[in-house]
């Protein structure tokens, strides 16, 4: 039914007091960085030391891209009027709030700046908007025993014992806060080497939240008579993005700015059990066709992260169960890994979102106990914990112990050991992408990567009256036997041989199906797939 003019008219100016009212958040695209004064040749002054190491290390080039925005602009914005809540320097952006949105056009007019968008506001009138349930799971009160089976069913006990624990990297933890983190007993607190927080800097992020503590107990604990994590011995960067009183899309631009930060310090690895797909004003809700790693802006700067060689981990969401059912973003880029959650008995659990992406990517990449999973409360009490937020950090761990073991290979390197090395690597599925990660198997075949082209294999495969057969031949020189094991597509081992050189081995009791050959000798590594007619 089409209102009256007066009465549509009266509705109209109700609603646009109502906004003016409130505090309304806005993304400027600017359209260069013409007037930066930072320069490519003196990365020092907005990288750190450990950051160029990084870059130099991987042959990853510095660009106008990893120059900070302007001071000057941000000066011009504010003298405007608008409080500047976030900026991307990869994606030349500035998040900011205006009290006034008749005062927008004073900065869309500004010479540099290319367009912008409406992010609504954090705090919307409940009698127009659905409200949504957040993304950070609570923590149950439920105590749970150790954590030995989150790492076990990773092989990440055995990593450990091959001397590898995180000493010497950084993870930087990105979340909604880490309540008790500076005084949990169950902390190592010289391990805990910096914090920010992008939402409010004025703000004690310690007291906060409570789910980043549980998030970062899964890797950081390191008590022998309890609980151990998966990386005891790294240092960690907390990073405070996300607005547990609210959701709504700015959190999308503070993530942003926590990963450019990140970068800038130089970590080995940044784990966030974040994402969003739906906001409390519904407005804003991505939809299932913006999946696709690139039309999110925290997928863009996601993806940007990866470019500029950072390993990114990140969790599928918990959306499985609900009508939305698929994972969120930035869990839809190419390059990081997402991690989705299975259960005690290593099944898909029911809540973890579920892949693929919109243009038919495999996602979640993993999966990781998560159904429950043990964890450390903000005071320092033994936890059960559900949802892809804590099966994302144990992952992140044992991918930081891994790099420790293999630094030689570069973040996209590690991530294709992970998923090679996954229960469900050749039979993927929307569930659990490539399965459950066995570490042990990647740091065994990591540590082989130096080896002979793949073209170049000496594992050969051929058919004998439909019947296959695997020889090895032209192993390097002083290597004379491999040891060669054949999984089925779950991951299981069905069949495992030690082959001389030169010697044909029938594999004829295999039965039909799609297999993964690994072959090892004492440095080098080999996979072929076989597919038994």
């Not at 069913?153 to 500076?182: C, E, W």
């Not at 693929?356 to 936890?383: H, V």
């Amino acid at each position: 039914m089409k209102l009256p003019v007066h009465i549509a008219l009266s509705l109209f100016l109700s609603w646009t007091t109502m906004l003016s009212a409130q505090e309304q958040h806005y993304r400027l695209w600017f359209s260069d960085k013409s007037d930066s004064p930072y320069l490519t040749e003196r990365p020092e002054e907005y990288l750190s030391e450990r950051a160029l190491f990084h870059r130099h290390k991987y042959n990853i080039p510095i660009d106008s891209t990893d120059w900070p925005i302007a001071p000057s602009r941000l000066a011009e914005i504010s003298a405007r009027g608008a409080r500047i809540l976030a900026t991307s320097k990869w994606l030349n952006t500035a998040t900011v709030a205006l009290p006034d949105s008749t005062r927008l056009p004073l900065l869309t007019s500004l010479p540099f700046v290319k367009r912008y968008d409406w992010l609504g506001a954090p705090i919307q009138p409940g009698y127009s908007l659905k409200k949504r349930q957040k993304q950070v799971e609570p923590d149950t009160e439920s105590l749970y025993g150790e954590a030995s089976l989150q790492i076990a069913l990773h092989n990440g006990d055995k990593l450990h014992r091959a001397g590898f624990s995180g000493d010497g990297m950084m993870i930087a933890v990105i979340d909604g806060g880490f309540q008790n983190a500076d005084c949990n007993s169950a902390f190592d607190q010289s391990r805990i080497v910096g914090n920010h927080d992008f939402i409010d800097p004025s703000m004690d992020f310690k007291a906060g939240d409570p789910h980043g503590s549980s998030v970062l107990s899964t890797m950081l604990v390191n008590d022998s008579s309890s609980f151990i994590g998966t990386a005891p011995h790294a240092t960690y960067w907390l990073l405070r993005s996300e607005d547990t009183s609210a959701e709504y899309p700015t959190e999308e631009d503070y993530w942003v700015a926590a990963l450019e930060y990140a970068d800038s310090l130089g970590v080995d690895v940044i784990t966030s059990s974040l994402g969003y797909t739906q906001f409390d004003d519904t407005r804003f809700d991505h939809s299932w066709e913006q999946l696709d790693g690139k039309s999110a802006f925290i997928s863009q700067g996601a993806a940007l992260g990866v470019q500029k060689g950072l390993l990114i981990i990140v969790s599928a969401g918990n959306e499985g169960g609900g009508s939305w059912e698929r994972i969120t973003v930035p869990g839809d880029v190419d390059g990081l890994l997402t991690v989705g959650a299975v259960s005690s008995d290593s099944k898909p659990a029911y809540f973890s979102g579920r892949g693929y992406t919109a243009d038919n990517r495999i996602k979640p990449d993993i999966a990781a106990l998560g159904y429950p999973a043990a964890t450390i409360g903000p005071e320092g009490t033994l936890q059960s914990s559900v949802g892809t937020s804590f099966a994302t950090p144990i992952i992140a761990g044992l991918t930081a112990c891994l790099w420790q073991a293999l630094p030689h290979l570069s973040a996209q390197e590690i991530i294709a050991l992970i998923r090679q090395n996954s229960s469900q690597y050749l039979s993927p599925d929307s569930l659990v992408g490539y399965g459950i990660p066995d570490f042990y198997a990647a740091y065994r075949q990591g540590t082989a990567v130096e080896s002979i082209p793949q073209e170049q294999s000496p594992l050969c495969l051929s058919l004998d009256e439909g019947i296959p057969f695997v020889s090895i031949a032209g192993l390097p020189v002083g290597e004379s036997t491999v040891d060669l094991d054949i999984y089925d597509t779950t991951g299981k081992i069905i069949a495992r041989y030690t082959l001389p050189q030169g010697i044909r081995q029938s594999l004829c009791a295999l039965p039909k199906g799609i297999y993964l050959l690994v072959a090892r000798s004492k440095s080098h590594c080999w996979t072929l797939k076989l597919q038994r007619p």
